[in-house]
């Protein structure tokens, strides 16, 4: 069992274990999703419209392209007054003007990328008619197609027909009166299960076993990816992988190709100066003497002759924990707004935390089953490569290890720092950490009593969970971000997470007025829904880590095969469907990078990815079911 937890900005003294309860879904009608012709999202426009006015709450055009609209409409004014015809100025208007519409995609035929777009919008039949007999003088002005201004001039049925759309919802002005396809514009979007409906692109591919990808907070944008078996690869902002690996801690890392095995390359956190000092910190497991097996987390700088190289001869040994057994290693490491070193240990592994009286987790003498908090910046006056916080929270207590922060927990699997708004177990839950706050393992899991003798300890004064999921839903529970990127505004303030067994993506929201959190599963959008380029609507399974990159934007990182030593791993990059931010709002301006090395191009393969390895056999249930009673 794993848990995850958040670390609320301004609420590092909160703490949140959330229970999986008996949800009623929002059941809406799951039309198509709206489209532009960039095959990007509809957006608020920025600024009002001038010209398209009726699309300038929401739609397909910014101030720029509304523009450009009137310009081509008043050149063809022009000619027409020109000439003495018939303006049919509002019709024109109309038809030109569908380019801003939600449905443009839709419209013009541009779903599919593969095919033309139409020169001019789908017309209802029997508008086109009326359209037709009043104004088919203006229509050489509307398209070049030679066959549609044949056909015009010579058979209005013809025309009317080859202008109409088979989907009837869809064509103009039908788009304007379907009360389903307008009364939720720009909101995500729900099948009749009431599962928000994403799609995904992808970033990466090819890793083994990928841990983890953060950013290092220098406006580079870069993001770093590291494989479990040690190697820390550097993409740049254009997506391309630089050849040389950033950090090549293979030789000291401990792994296995065993399915499942939770040792190696865990946890990387960069200092928050790290753009002025270029410290960085990991968290590994270790072999010692061929028997005695340990978690590590050190320092390390980066190359003085190049900023996309670890420097190897840099490591300084922070802090060395004894591991009882190869599960439950934690492996998180993170920063937190304090400027303090947030460390994430698992309770030793084998099953029910059985080491002493109480288990590691109840036992603050003990640094296993933590939350621990250090200060890098200052050294201890004992000797030791780091200072105690002031405030943390048993400094003093005779019985208890000063770094403790919060205790109580099992194996925590991936946690994260909420930016702001710019067969032994039975339940996964996700926390946010308080100061102090007891979790309860192994007394309880989620609300139920696991240990008895425990569990009825009047002195236990655990955290309450208030969401958890049963081994129905998922097995593994895999930490992910609180979305506060730009590009996909409907996703803000919603915290999303997954579940390595399951392959399940969930979401939790907070109703600002109670403080409660209710579920929202999350599905990959339909073909169509994510049909068009660069986006897919399928993963691998074995979701292993979430990731945030310096803009805010959300990641989540599986492999269809979870062994170390497996190239199967990719990367995928969330975005809504439904709603997009306005063109240019989410725009960086990343610092420049020298690259010193070559640069491999990134070539996506999910369209064609396998389920399972290429040249291997499909794993049996036996084997998927060990590898679950390892990861557990």
């Not at 492996?331 to 698992?346: A, P, S, V």
């Not at 590691?360 to 030791?384: C, E, F, M, Y």
Request: proline share 7%; charged share 20%.
């Amino acid at each position: 069992m794993w848990r995850v937890c958040l670390i609320e900005r301004g609420h590092a003294a909160r703490a949140l274990v959330m229970l999986w309860a008996a949800v009623t879904l929002l059941v809406r009608l799951a039309f198509c999703h709206p489209q532009c012709l960039d095959f990007a999202p509809p957006f608020n426009p920025p600024w009002h419209l001038e010209f398209c006015t009726q699309y300038q709450e929401f739609g397909c055009c910014d101030q720029k392209t509304d523009n450009m609209i009137a310009e081509r409409y008043w050149d063809i004014i022009d000619v027409l007054e020109t000439q003495g015809l018939d303006l049919c100025a509002e019709s024109l208007k109309e038809i030109m003007c569908q380019e801003c519409s939600p449905y443009a995609a839709h419209l013009f035929d541009a779903e599919d990328p593969y095919t033309p777009v139409r020169d001019l919008p789908g017309l209802c039949f029997s508008y086109c008619q009326e359209f037709h007999s009043k104004c088919r003088h203006i229509i050489k002005y509307l398209t070049q197609n030679q066959l549609l201004q044949a056909t015009s001039d010579r058979d209005m049925s013809t025309f009317c027909t080859m202008m109409d759309l088979s989907d009837q919802d869809y064509c103009y002005p039908n788009v304007l009166q379907s009360p389903g396809l307008n009364s939720n514009l720009g909101q995500v979007v729900e099948d009749p299960r009431g599962c928000l409906q994403l799609c995904l692109t992808e970033v990466a591919n090819n890793l083994r076993n990928p841990v983890l990808m953060l950013h290092s907070g220098d406006e580079t944008h870069r993001m770093f990816i590291a494989e479990q078996v040690g190697f820390v690869w550097v993409y740049l902002h254009d997506g391309s992988r630089l050849e040389q690996p950033f950090l090549d801690m293979s030789g000291d890392v401990m792994t296995t190709p065993w399915l499942g095995d939770e040792r190696g390359f865990l946890g990387m956190a960069f200092h928050p100066k790290y753009k002025n000092n270029g410290r960085f910190f990991i968290y590994y497991s270790i072999q010692v003497n061929s028997r005695l097996e340990k978690i590590r987390i050190s320092e390390m700088k980066v190359s003085d002759y190049d900023m996309n190289v670890a420097d190897p001869y840099s490591e300084r040994v922070i802090l060395e924990i004894e591991e009882p057994a190869a599960n439950h290693n934690g492996g998180q490491l993170l920063f937190g707004l304090d400027g303090y070193l947030y460390i994430f240990t698992g309770d030793g592994g084998k099953a029910g935390d059985p080491f002493g009286k109480y288990g590691n987790a109840q036992n603050k003498s003990a640094l296993l089953g933590k939350v621990l908090r250090i200060d890098i910046d200052r050294t201890d006056p004992n000797g030791k490569p780091y200072g105690i916080p002031p405030d943390n929270p048993f400094i003093g207590n005779a019985d208890a290890r000063p770094e403790v922060f919060a205790y109580g927990v099992r194996n925590m699997w991936r946690c994260s720092v909420d930016r702001g708004d710019p067969v032994s177990n039975r339940y996964e839950e996700v926390d946010i950490i308080i100061n102090g706050g007891n979790y309860g393992w192994r007394a309880k899991e989620g609300f139920e009593c696991f240990d008895l003798k425990l569990c009825q300890n009047s002195s236990l004064n655990d955290i309450l969970p208030i969401f958890a999921y049963s081994h129905h839903v998922g097995k593994s529970v895999t930490g992910g971000y609180v979305y506060r990127g730009c590009e996909s505004p409907n996703l803000n303030g919603l915290y999303i997470f997954g579940d390595f067994m399951s392959g399940r993506i969930m979401a939790l929201e907070e109703d600002k007025v109670t403080g409660a959190w209710r579920e929202r599963r999350v599905c990959m959008g339909d073909t169509k829904t994510c049909s068009f380029p660069g986006l897919i609507n399928h993963y691998h399974k074995f979701i292993i880590s979430f990731a945030e990159d310096e803009a805010g934007e959300l990641y989540f990182l599986a492999t269809a095969y979870p062994s170390a030593t497996s190239p199967y791993g990719t990367v995928f990059k969330f975005m809504d469907p439904s709603r997009r931010a306005p063109p240019g709002k989410c725009k960086v301006k990343p610092q420049p990078v020298k690259v010193r090395g070559k640069k491999v191009p990134l070539f996506p393969e999910s369209v064609s990815i396998p389920l399972q390895p290429k040249h291997a056999y499909p794993p049996s249930r036996a084997v998927l079911t060990a590898a679950y009673q390892t990861w557990q």
